[in-house]
């Protein structure tokens, strides 16, 4: 390995460790917590290390928000490939993105809440991105008929996010979390 392909190793694993630790603050103390002097002390790296890497917290925010939405994804494609017909992946992808959305909530807030420099809805968007999208529209693509598959992906992926950003503020009842859900399904999956 050349001194230059070290570096660029070097320099990509000191990113993941960025990224990670970041995520892991936030996980654990919300993302006021997530400061770039609080990062350069958990990493073990100045803050102009972390500076060389990315322009402030709203870049490393972005970052983590790409990688949750490549989780996400995978989740999304997990929970898709398990079922055995279409309101099935349906029903199963709807679960598993309520359940990402309650076990990782600040890479959710950081993907769809907090003011990130990601485009969204276009070809320019990161590929996670795109790879979570697909998965939604895949499943909802037997259920859209003649309307535009990525309007009704949008309109689907939308109610997930609300019901998901309703339950994680406490403003839904808890004992009807499955009802609504399946009631979600039934309402997207008719023609």
Do not use: C, N
Request: no cysteine; hydrophobic share 45%; aromatic share 8%.
């Amino acid at each position: 390995m050349s001194v230059q392909q070290r570096r660029e190793r070097e320099r990509a694993d000191r990113r993941r460790l960025i990224v990670q630790t970041a995520r892991e603050l936030a996980e654990a103390e919300g993302w006021d917590a997530v400061t770039t002097r609080r990062l350069s002390e958990l990493v073990q790296y100045s803050q102009p290390v972390l500076y060389s890497h990315f322009k402030g917290k709203a870049a490393i925010v972005a970052a983590v928000a790409v990688e949750g939405l490549a989780d996400l994804a995978a989740t999304l494609r997990a929970a898709r490939e398990k079922a055995t017909d279409d309101v099935g992946a349906l029903r199963a992808i709807t679960h598993a993105y309520m359940d990402f959305a309650a076990k990782h909530p600040a890479a959710y807030d950081a993907m769809f809440v907090q003011p990130i420099d990601v485009t969204f809805g276009t070809g320019e968007s990161p590929r996670a991105l795109r790879d979570a999208f697909h998965e939604l529209a895949t499943v909802l693509e037997p259920f859209a008929g003649e309307r535009d598959l990525e309007t009704f992906t949008e309109l689907g992926w939308s109610w997930m996010h609300g019901l998901a950003t309703l339950t994680k503020g406490e403003r839904l009842r808890p004992d009807h979390a499955d009802s609504r859900l399946e009631l979600m399904v039934a309402m997207l999956s008719r023609s």
